[in-house]
């Protein structure tokens, strides 16, 4: 059974600071996809290293777990 | 009034100090399909895309002109057109001297690696000119490696770019997992 979830990205204004929220039922879907994530961007050469996670999870239409992260760009 | 530029200059652009198989390596610890299908990538073309797609994006941010290869100015005692090091991706000119393309801000890629290479006119060494450039290509490289990463991770390659009520950037994508997605 497939799962469909998004991920946001919101650049933090004067800064190379991102804020990702990744929505997606399953926190270990979320966990996996997260490291995908950081996986290529490091591949990428602009690895992101992480300095908080955000409060979580939030409740969204459909979606019962969401993971955010606080993470700073590395170029 | 004379215009001397300085010799060809080479800096990294990107982080590169991880190994792509020490990344992906980690990853399959976690996460085995995932890191069979991103070895299965061509990660040195996928960064030449990320950095033609910064430098294009950074044009339009600073209004300069991106040409495909470095203008050479023999005459200003520079020998030659090409990077120091690496294939050409583009360069942006720019400064605001009075004389033209005082400013050369180019990226390479060598291998994997990116890098920035530059010329400048000795007007323009004090100006800051050259600083602006290059964090505006960095910042523009950050953003296109974030779109071209949700891309590979989206289900369908969409990736929605707007601004919110406060002003910030910000990039959405769809995904699709478990079943028979990757």
Known sequence: MTTKGTITIIAIPKSAEVEVHIDLPEVPECTRIAARMQA??????????????????????????????RVRGGT | ?????????????????????????????????????????????????????????????????LQKQYANAS?????????????????????????????????????QALSFFWNVASQEAASGTLERMRETVRQAFREQTRILMLELLSEDGEVQREQDAAGRTVLRATLVVGGGAR
């Open chain 1, 40 to 69: 290529v961007l490091a591949c990428l050469g602009a690895p992101l290293e992480d300095i908080q996670d955000l409060p979580a999870p939030r409740q969204r239409q459909g979606v019962s777990h969401a993971m955010r992260k």
């Open chain 2, 1 to 65: 009034m004379s215009r001397h530029l300085l010799a060809l200059r080479q800096a990294t652009i990107g982080d590169a100090s991880e190994s792509i198989a020490a990344v992906l390596d980690q990853l399959a610890r976690e996460d085995p399909v995932g890191a069979q299908w991103l070895r299965s990538l061509d990660w040195a073309e996928l960064r030449r895309l990320a950095a033609e797609r910064a430098l294009a994006q950074a044009a339009k941010t600073l209004a300069c002109p």
């Open chain 2, 75 to 111: 005459q200003y005692g520079t020998e030659s057109g090409d990077p120091p090091k690496g294939t050409c991706i583009g360069v942006l000119v720019g400064g605001d001297t009075g004389y033209g393309s005082s400013v050369q801000l180019g990226v390479a890629i060598d291998g």
